[in-house]
């Protein structure tokens, strides 16, 4: 395999998508305002994600996580995507016999990213809002506006498809395969690893959001409502 993960480089990738949220540049500041213990839970998943145990995150505040999230959302729609589109455009740029593959890997990209960032609105539209909703009442010890939401967390979580993690895993498999015939290509070389850490990535997402972000605020919700 190509994709070479160190612990620096994985420390950067959970680091980036709190860069604009805070001024300090000294990396133990930026560690400090996320919460080092969770930072440390978080490179320990991102090093090796078979280990991930909800159990190790679900301690952590509810807001911490959620804005782990949002911020995993900015990420993607900022860099992350348009990363993984710009190398798949360069494919064929030096080695011409890659254009079938090229074209394959943009119509399933294209088709991908629609879909995600359908998915990211549905998030940041309704349930975001509704968990934020929550903790403003657990604030404010007021169940005015929690009573009144449609949304069901339950529910939510039931109808949380997650086919978007597996065709993306799907897409890694594939890749593997083809990763000694195009062995010598740097192209292929530098898309693969755009696209194993982005899988990488959005499989970690999904697990802390369905087991321990909607788990965390369906607890609150129930205390809340029957407070």
């Known amino acids: 395999m190509y994709l070479d993960i160190n612990s620096d480089l994985l420390g950067r990738q959970i680091e980036s998508r709190f860069a604009g949220i805070y001024k300090e540049s000294n990396d133990s500041l930026l560690k400090a305002s996320i919460d080092e213990d969770f930072y440390l839970d978080l490179l320990c998943v991102f090093n090796d994600p078979e280990r991930f145990e909800a159990s190790d995150f679900i ?95 339950k529910g939510f979580l039931e109808h949380h498809n997650d086919h978007l993690e597996k065709d993306l895993n799907n897409l890694v498999n594939s890749l593997k395969e083809l990763s000694k015939k195009y062995k010598d290509s740097f192209a292929f070389r530098m898309l693969v690893n755009k696209i194993f850490m982005f899988e990488l990535d959005l499989r970690i997402h999904g697990k802390i959001e369905e087991e321990v972000l909607i788990p965390k605020a369906i607890l609150l919700e129930e205390k809340l409502l029957n407070h």
């Open 59 to 153: 301690n952590y505040s509810l807001t911490s996580i959620l804005l782990y999230l949002k911020k995993t959302h900015d990420l993607y729609t900022s860099k992350s995507l348009h990363e993984v589109e710009s190398a798949i455009a360069d494919l064929s740029k030096k080695d011409s016999h890659l254009l079938k593959l090229q074209l394959s890997l943009q119509r399933f990209f294209s088709n991908f990213q629609m879909e995600l960032e359908a998915h990211i609105k549905v998030e940041e539209d309704k349930l975001f809002p509704y968990i934020e909703t929550l903790l403003f009442a657990k604030d404010q010890n007021s169940l005015s506006n929690v009573s009144n939401q449609e949304l069901s967390l």
